[in-house]
């Protein structure tokens, strides 16, 4: 046997489409295109190619992006100065700074000085405290975008075990409230998890992310399964080659699962496609109309 591969860059282009589609109402009520900001600091190679990826989305969607480009000099008092100003410039409705950032600037500090309404990753702990209590507000890209890929290949989840392995504010937690909101059961496990293998052999979702390459392989999974893996991992390919691989050992894992993400083309053309997303409802929160359905 051998399991679907969830098609994350294709339902990603679809998403893309909408919200594409979806902008010129906006355009047409307020007279000016949603704004996403994004902030990046320092010279990270991979970070580079993603905030490129993210301008060039935003544009394609018919969006304004504005991008800041700050050396890896920046001090964090300058960082939160630049956050402030884009907290008060109306024509922005999304902030986002690129992480990693520098060591040295504290992640919190900067992010908490994001104005909630325009923290389009959904990392502001306002945010965060939203999702908990299920109230709305603005939900982190890439468990949303998992989120959407289950419920386009299982429908309803109401009672399914779910197991998130990785407990990140970024990726776990909020994946684990927002399966909790589908009437999952739900696991987090982590590193200090009694029986791992037994634990998520539990499992009817499984969401691998905890930045292992591989780890997860298919004797740990329940027949028929659906994984989603957030891993992306650079490691050593054939010669002087690289490979990017996932959390998850795919060729074991899709003998067993009956659906699996692969990587790449799985969860990660999902993180930017939800961000346009989270940027056009920002727009929509902030001029007080509603967001388009369906999104
Ligand atoms: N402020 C944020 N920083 C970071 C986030 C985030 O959501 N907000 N997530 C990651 C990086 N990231 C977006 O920023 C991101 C990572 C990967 C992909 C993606 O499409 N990956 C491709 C493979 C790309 C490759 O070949 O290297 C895939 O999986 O198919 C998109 C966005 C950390 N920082
Ligand atoms: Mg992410």
């Not at 993210?54 to 991008?67: H, I, L, N, Q, R």
């Not at 959904?122 to 109230?135: D, M, P, S, T, W």
Request: charged share 20%.
């Amino acid at each position: 046997m051998s399991g679907d591969i969830i098609d994350g860059k294709a339902f990603a282009e679809r998403l893309r489409q909408r919200v594409a589609e979806a902008v010129p109402q906006f355009v047409e009520t307020e007279a000016r295109a949603p704004g996403l900001a994004v902030v990046i600091v320092g010279e990270d190679p991979a970070s580079h190619v993603y905030v490129r990826s993210k301008g060039k989305a935003t544009v394609a969607a018919g969006m304004a992006s504005f991008e800041h480009r700050l050396p890896d000099t920046t001090s964090q008092e300058e960082l939160i100065a630049l956050v402030e100003q884009l907290n008060l410039d109306d024509a922005v409705d999304g902030i986002l700074v690129q992480l990693p950032l520098p060591a040295g600037i504290d992640d919190k500090a900067v992010i908490e000085a994001i104005d909630p309404a325009k923290d389009v990753d959904g990392f502001h702990v306002a945010n965060a405290g939203r999702l908990a209590v299920g109230e709305e507000g603005l939900v982190p890209c890439t468990p949303l975008g998992c989120l959407m890929l289950l419920k386009d290949r299982l429908g309803d989840l109401s009672g399914l075990e779910a197991v998130v392995v990785g407990r990140s504010n970024i990726v776990g937690k909020p994946m684990a409230q927002l399966l909790l909101q589908q009437n999952c059961t739900v696991t987090i496990a982590h590193s200090r998890t009694r029986d791992l293998p037994g634990v998520v052999r539990r499992a009817d979702i499984v969401v691998a992310a905890v930045g292992r390459p591989e780890m997860i392989r298919g004797d740990w999974l329940k027949p028929g399964a659906t994984v989603i893996d957030v891993g992306i991992n650079r490691i050593a390919g054939e010669g002087d080659r690289t490979r990017l691989v996932g959390d998850v050992d795919f060729e074991s894992a899709r003998q067993v699962a009956g659906g699996i993400t692969p990587v790449p083309g799985g969860v990660g053309p999902m993180t930017i496609a939800v961000l346009l997303r989270n940027t056009l409802v920002a727009a929509c929160a902030r001029a007080g109309i509603a967001p388009p359905a369906g999104l």
